[in-house]
């Protein structure tokens, strides 16, 4: 997975697939955010492959303690799992307290053994490192996941240009990345950055639960990313 650029609809409720095949390629779980998770995924019978997030409440999710690894590890035994996004900080021990690495290295081998792609994934809620940074963090991310995913707040149209300065040049080095930015300032680049090698999007599958600031509906995305890329066009 993440070789082509990978739409995903983020929803809490897999009930909520059939709306989503339309225009996504893959669902993202928060299982953080859904009840009874395990169950859902018992129960899920739809066409997309499932991506499973578990975001740690000191990542900006709400999942509480090493439990979450328990719940991905058996989520990744799961035929329709084709993806687990696993906290950088986590795989490398720079979490708050660092009591985690042990649990996401495992977690990140189950994943492999069964065949699931491993997101390394990065947040940063309230601004936009220079693009030399943003370099380093996803050759970093890259370097613990099959992909290494970046996702920061822009409060100006500078680091917009920063984060798809970076994509560029990550991408150019060999990283597989997929980088987006938070907030209303950086709303294009989610549209803009698989030009540059971006291999994930996020959309909500219902615009009132986005998962994060600045997402666009999940067909505005589908079909910018489309048009950008020139599907359908004939070559000249
Ligand atoms: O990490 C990401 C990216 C994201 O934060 C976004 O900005 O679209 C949305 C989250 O659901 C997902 O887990």
Redesign the pocket.
Known sequence: MFEEFVLTA?TADLSEEPAAREHADAV?F?MDLASDPLDQIDDYGGELPLLV?N?ASWE??EAEGIGRYDALSTAVSHEAVAAV?VELAALRGTHPDGAEESHATALRETAREAGVSVVA?V?DFESTPEPGALVDLLADAASEGDVG?L?TTATAPADALAMLEATHEATAAGHRVAT???GEPGRHT?AVAPVYGSKI???PVDPANA?????YPLATLRRLVDGLRGDGEADE
């Not at 998962?211 to 997402?215: D, K, L, R, S, V």
């Open positions: 983020s993202e928060r997030t975001r900006g999710g996004d994934s947040h995913k996702a987006m930015c938070m989610r999007g996020y959309a998962t994060a600031p600045g997402q």
